[in-house]
């Protein structure tokens, strides 16, 4: 009888959310690769080991580097629970941005899943914030460098720029006020807007009837328990051996305490901002910091308003876009590092002129090459494969992605002293 | 808008309340965010004195890190108080004595000595602080530093 209580209550919850049937082509590994259901475990080991490290941690610059040395050295597994946290902060943010090309690949974007889309979007925006206030948090040469350099990329937003940069640090310098702002929003507003998002999220996906596929694969349903709970209790449990074992193995890093006089060299922005520290090189900062993710995001946002007949469901919306995505990752692939090398050694836009305002010289001429490239590139696919506009952008989206994570390799591995190029294995 | 009705105005009172209260939380978070900003200590002029004249060598440039600049020290005599922050990315830059250059390791910037920029991505050469001298010693004033687009000789102080 108690047994009976407990056990349908268990089920009263798993069927909260999940519904009793689910479509067996929804339930395929590789129709989601169980992103979402990683995602959601990655943010609950980091709420739980969060929660722990709060106890020992103290905020202020005097003692959060000692606070941190005490929990990896004092503390009866901190190490371990300090390692945890790092590691399944770096896998929450690379799942939540996978889960996102899934999302966008299998176009999973229109109605009606399209604000769950945009919901998506704003959690991504917001695992990235919650994992770069972390990164601050342990106070020494690597989060200090890292956050000085990447708020000052803030201020080359024209006109709030420098004042955003002030309110965010509570000053001009990274310091005290700066480390109290980022624990309130890491420990405390970020989290709690997750969860309501992620509340939102699910409840959306439920709403959608589940995962979208195909039209033409509804037919067959399956019932969630064992089906579905089997395939999620066994990617949980592998997912949570997996961190287990690489937090046993590898610890997190904590180099030297912050020292504001020395700037280490290289001074690199978290591994996620790479990328657009890569840019950086290359382009104005106005460009690369706001005009391109302007681009990219209004963009992804503007899709499924503008675009009615979405194949939902259907993977890179049709044939011809899964050979249009593939082309454009190659293309990408080859092109990026490229223009890197090209841009590191050969074009010199503000030695040739030199005598124009960089904004102009760094800014609007690479941007207009930039754009003037990508207009031939899509005038070429349109006239040899007479693609609809959203096989167009699904190539467009690939060209972002894939160079975006180009230049982040670049920036992590192949970045070396003053920002050069090396070999990943002379740094 | 004449006659919209009991239960509509009601409706919309319950709303414009809600936005009310919504901008009040706003109003209390940004005095509680904006609260640490204010310095605890009175904001009065911050002084740090340098040394005496003689004391320095023309033509050098000597850091003085904890006070956030280098004092150079140009050939004519005059001197400067440069900010160490690199105004691309806020990186703190160091002197190279070899090549007589600021270089800033996070980008490779690197400055000459006045502080006028040589090789970007740094937009605009390095800040400065106001360099006060009375009674034959160095005084570098730093409360705020002094943004410019480059170098120029009224930026330079002579005893």
Not at chain 2, 22 to 27: D, F, M, S, Y
């Amino acid at each position: 009888m108690k047994k009976d209580r407990v056990s349908s209550s268990y089920r009263g919850f798993i069927f909260h959310l999940h519904p009793p049937k689910v479509a067996a082509a929804s339930i395929k590994f590789n129709r989601t690769f169980g992103m979402g259901g990683m995602a959601l475990l990655l943010f609950t080991l980091q709420l739980i080991t969060g929660l722990l490290l709060r106890f020992a941690y103290v905020p202020t610059p005097a003692e959060a580097y000692d606070s941190i040395l005490f929990i990896d050295q004092e503390i009866l597994f901190g190490g371990f629970i300090r390692n945890i946290h790092y590691w399944s902060g770096i896998f929450f943010v690379i799942v939540t941005f996978l889960h996102f090309i899934r999302v966008f690949y299998s176009q999973a974007i229109f109605v009606p899943r399209r604000i769950n889309w945009i919901i998506g979007m704003g959690l991504l925006i917001l695992a990235i914030l919650s994992n770069f206030t972390g990164y601050l948090l342990p106070w020494d040469q690597l989060s200090y460098w890292a956050v000085t350099v990447a708020t000052n990329m803030l201020t080359y937003i024209p006109l709030a720029g420098e004042w955003m940069l002030s309110v965010i640090r509570g000053g001009d310098d990274v310091g005290s006020a700066t480390l109290l702002n980022f624990y309130n929003f890491h420990t405390g507003i970020l989290p709690i807007a997750m969860v309501l998002l992620m509340v939102w999220h699910f409840w959306k996906v439920r709403k959608a009837k589940g995962v979208a596929i195909a039209l033409n694969e509804e037919e067959e349903r399956v019932s969630t328990n064992p089906h579905l709970l089997l395939k999620e209790l066994t990617i949980g449990l592998m997912l949570l051996a997996l961190i287990f074992i690489i937090s046993a193995l590898f610890n997190a890093p904590l180099q030297e305490r912050a020292n504001p006089a020395f700037s280490p060299n290289p001074a690199k922005a978290p591994w996620y901002f790479m990328g657009i520290q890569e840019l950086l090189l290359h382009i104005h900062p106005f460009f690369a910091f706001i005009v391109l993710p302007l681009i990219f995001f209004t963009g992804l946002i503007w899709m499924p308003y503008a675009i009615k007949e979405g194949n939902q469901g259907t993977w890179f919306h049709s044939e011809k876009g899964k050979k249009l995505a593939i082309q454009a990752a190659w293309l990408s692939l080859l092109i990026t590092p490229l223009i890197v090398l090209l841009e590191e050694y050969v074009l010199h836009f503000e030695v040739w002129l030199p005598s124009i305002p960089k904004f102009v010289s760094e800014g609007l001429v690479p941007m207009a090459l930039l754009l003037t490239s990508f207009g031939i590139y899509l005038g070429i696919l349109k006239k040899r494969y007479k693609p609809t506009i959203t096989e167009l952008i699904i190539a467009l989206f690939t060209v972002f992605v894939v160079s975006y994570i180009v230049l982040t390799i670049i920036g992590i591995w192949f970045r070396g002293e003053s920002m050069k190029l090396f070999w990943p294995w002379q740094i | 808008m004449a006659n919209i009705g009991r239960r509509n105005f009601v409706k919309r009172l319950w709303a414009a309340l809600g936005i009310i209260a919504g901008a009040e939380l706003l109003i209390a978070f940004s005095g509680f965010f904006s609260a640490k900003r204010k310095p605890l200590t009175s904001d009065s002029q911050k002084l740090v004195e340098a040394g005496k004249v003689s004391d320095f060598q023309m033509n050098s440039v000597f850091p003085f890190r904890s006070g956030k600049f280098f004092l150079v020290r140009l050939s004519d005599g005059g001197f400067m108080a440069v900010s160490l922050k690199c105004t691309h990315l806020g990186c703190s830059v160091i002197w190279n004595d070899e090549k007589k250059t600021f270089v800033c390791p996070c980008h490779a910037s690197s400055f000459d000595q006045v502080g006028q920029v040589i090789s970007p991505p740094a937009p605009r050469a390095l800040d400065t602080y106001p360099v006060i001298i009375g009674e034959g010693k160095v005084m570098v004033d730093i409360t705020k530093s002094v943004r410019r687009k480059q170098f120029e000789s009224s930026q330079v102080t002579y005893a």
